[in-house]
C-alpha cells in the first residue's frame, strides 16, 4: 500500500494564522492544528489541500510554496504543510470545535497537535 500523505494549509491574512481546534478524535479534541487532511488516489496535494478547506471551512484557496519540512506521523502517514491564500468563501468551523486568528506572539502559547509544533520556526518566519 502506498504511504499516505496528509496535507495542512497555512491560511495567512496579513499579519494572522488561521488556525482549527480539533473536535476529535479524542486524543486530538481541543488542540490546535493547521486544518488540512489526507490527500486521495488521483489527487495532488495541491487539489486535496483545496478540497479539504472547502469542505472543513467553506473556503476556496490558491496553493502556495510548501512550509517546512514533512513530518512523519507514523510509519505510513506524512503530514505535508503549504502556504494557502483565501479568494473566495466565507469561513466557517464545518468539522472544527472553533477557528481563531493568532499572531505571532502567540503560537507559543497554543496547545498544538503535537505533529503541527514542527512548523512552529517557518510560521513565525511567515508571519514576521
Given at each position: 500500500?502506498?504511504?499516505?500523505?496528509?496535507?495542512?494549509?497555512?491560511?495567512?491574512?496579513?499579519?494572522s494564522l488561521l488556525v482549527a481546534q480539533r473536535a476529535r478524535p479524542p486524543?486530538?479534541?481541543g488542540l490546535w492544528e493547521l486544518p488540512g487532511g489526507k490527500v486521495v488516489a488521483g489527487e495532488t496535494d495541491e487539489?486535496?489541500?483545496?478540497?479539504?478547506l472547502r469542505e472543513e471551512l467553506g473556503v476556496e484557496v490558491t496553493?502556495?510554496?510548501?512550509l517546512g519540512a514533512d513530518v512523519a506521523l507514523n510509519a505510513?502517514?506524512?503530514?505535508?504543510?503549504y502556504r494557502v491564500t483565501q479568494t473566495g468563501g466565507i469561513l466557517h468551523p464545518n468539522d472544527h470545535r472553533a477557528l481563531?486568528?493568532?499572531?505571532?506572539?502567540e503560537l507559543d502559547e497554543l496547545a498544538w497537535v503535537p505533529a503541527d509544533r514542527a512548523w512552529l520556526?517557518?510560521?513565525r518566519e511567515a508571519l514576521s
Open positions: 500500500m502506498a504511504d499516505q500523505i496528509v496535507v495542512a494549509g497555512a491560511l495567512i491574512s496579513g499579519p486524543e486530538l479534541a487539489t486535496a489541500l483545496a478540497r479539504e496553493v502556495g510554496a510548501r505510513t502517514t506524512t503530514l505535508r504543510a481563531r486568528w493568532v499572531g505571532v506572539d520556526a517557518e510560521l
